[in-house]
């Protein structure tokens, strides 16, 4: 397994993985944080470590590689993630628990409360969704107390219904993208939706109530 990485203050950020072989092994992690290389396509477990540092960022395209990926799970390390939704068999987002930054409820990926994706203390009532996996399912109701979604967090997943609670203020550009079974949702009346340049993949009409 090969990582493209770049270099950050306080560690690496993973920008892509790719098997030079071609057989499609991903790798996991064993207790002491040292990667271990298997043969399953299924589960990835992002490296803790990199060349004897933290792996602290995930880069939105690092899994573009792995199509047949059905589990993620993100170590304790990981401070930021871009996320960017191309990935047609997931159906769970596992994070570490001591993870001070990000969590996993039910197999969706959201911020600890107080907290940006970039690992950012925002306010003590803040918490993002960062991403729905494409096979969770096509119904969805967003955890209270949510307020913001963030860029790309159902991206290509087959959502029909989605209850958006009161306390979303914040909508991130192409959240919805290529959601076309999810014609229109209902949102806050001040939630703020990010504008972006039109696209004919954007199905979603937002209704404020």
Known sequence: MNFRTKKRNNGYALTGLFDKDQKGVFCELDHY???????????????AFYEGENVVELSGHIFEECSDMEIIIIPKTVKTIHWNGIHPHLNQIIVDDENPYFQSIDGVLY????????GKHVANNWRELVAYPT?????????????????????????????????VKEIE??????CRNLNVLRIPKDC????????????????KD
């Open 33 to 47: 944080g040292h990667i271990n290389f298997v043969t399953s396509k299924v589960c990835f477990a992002v490296p």
């Open 111 to 118: 911020t600890k409360k107080g907290y940006n994706r970039d």
């Open 173 to 178: 550009f192409n959240a919805f993208y290529e």
């Open 135 to 167: 096979q969770k399912g096509d119904s969805y109701r967003i955890i209270e107390g949510t307020t913001k979604l963030c860029y790309a967090c159902f991206k290509y997943t087959s959502i029909s219904t989605l209850f958006v609670p009161k306390s």
């Open 192 to 207: 703020e939706v990010k504008k972006g340049k039109k696209s004919s993949h954007y199905y979603t009409e937002f209704v």
